[in-house]
């Protein structure tokens, strides 16, 4: 059971990325995913979130209107596409899978995690 997130780069303010978390050994489309950021010296904050089935999605204050969260289920894949990125969006972003929390939430308990990849947003 592995969760790979990906796709994180250097950008400048105003550009935009797409991250993947890819996921083996378990089906995605059953799971609740969550992203999560962390940037140096500061706690861990859930970005967005997308409920197991198609449901509901939720989105931080900080990144509504401007991340997209998604799912292809033919690839195991959930993505979070960035748009109008902002310095204050450098960090390290993970993504997590929920089994059991409907909708999803970013405050619930994740089961499994995937390592980090980093964005960076030049000003």
């Known amino acids: 059971v592995q969760l790979q997130a990906s796709g994180g780069g250097l950008v400048q303010a105003g550009g935009s990325l797409r991250l993947s978390c890819a996921a083996s050994?378990?089906?995605?489309?059953?799971?609740?995913i969550g992203w999560f950021r962390q940037a140096p010296g500061k706690e861990r904050e859930g970005v967005s979130c997308?409920?197991?089935?198609?449901?509901?999605?939720y989105y931080a204050d900080s990144v509504k209107g401007r991340f997209t969260i998604s799912r292809d289920n033919a690839k195991n894949t959930v993505y979070l596409q960035m748009n109008s990125l902002k310095p204050e969006d450098t960090a390290v972003y993970y993504c997590?899978?929920?089994?059991?929390?409907?909708?999803?939430?970013?405050?619930?308990?994740?089961?499994?995690w995937g390592q980090g990849t980093q964005v960076t947003v030049s000003s």
């Open positions: 997590a899978a929920d089994k059991s929390t409907w909708p999803c939430g970013i405050l619930s308990e994740y089961d499994f």
């Open positions: 050994g378990f089906t995605l489309a059953n799971y609740a």
């Open positions: 997308i409920s197991s089935n198609d449901g509901p999605t």
